[in-house]
């Protein structure tokens, strides 16, 4: 197992191999299409992009208790192109669901980024791992804005990662 803390640095990077469980603790960062689509035109972002990680989630309103409602993955290939620019400002690490595109494996490697998946279906347990949730931008995309998330112990697995390595198509890493 692997503990990372945010902002994620390029040596962070370098030692994630697929397979391997991450805990991620500090900021994360919500966005998914909309958002994406917004966040690639913004010239001045209200959050530093370098160093930084993207959870595709549209999280449900807050439940009593809680700092956000259940935030549990969505599909992330409908980010493949999206995600470009941004990894191209040096956003290190995307949390989704779900395979990817071969051309989104070679960019994800020559930006020197991974991407995480998570456990589809386990947004409470989720929701558990976040600590507070702020709104940073385009409060008129709803549950598709970007939202900051303080989390602790964020429980992920790599997914591919710089060396070219696959958990859907590499038969050493099956479970």
Request: proline share 3%.
């Amino acid at each position: 197992m692997i503990r990372l803390n945010t902002p994620i640095t390029d040596k962070d990077i370098r030692n994630l191999k697929v397979g391997e469980k991450v805990l991620i603790t500090g900021t994360i960062y919500t966005a998914r299409d909309q958002a994406h689509t917004r966040l690639i035109k913004e010239e001045n972002l209200e959050f530093e992009i370098a160093g930084s990680v993207i959870y595709y989630v549209g999280p449900t309103p807050k439940r009593e208790g809680y700092a956000i409602g259940a935030s549990g993955p969505t599909s992330s290939y409908r980010m493949d192109k999206l995600a470009v620019p941004l990894m191209e400002k040096g956003l290190k690490i995307m949390i989704g669901k779900g395979d990817r595109s071969e051309e989104f494996r070679h960019e994800m490697i020559k930006n020197n980024a991974v991407y995480l998946i998570t456990t589809g279906g386990a947004g409470a347990l989720m929701s558990s791992k976040i600590k507070k949730s702020t709104l940073v931008m385009y409060e008129d995309l709803g549950a598709e804005a970007v939202y900051k998330l303080e989390v602790e112990d964020f429980p992920c697995f790599v997914a591919y990662d710089i060396y070219g390595n696959n958990i859907f198509k590499d038969s050493n890493h099956e479970k």
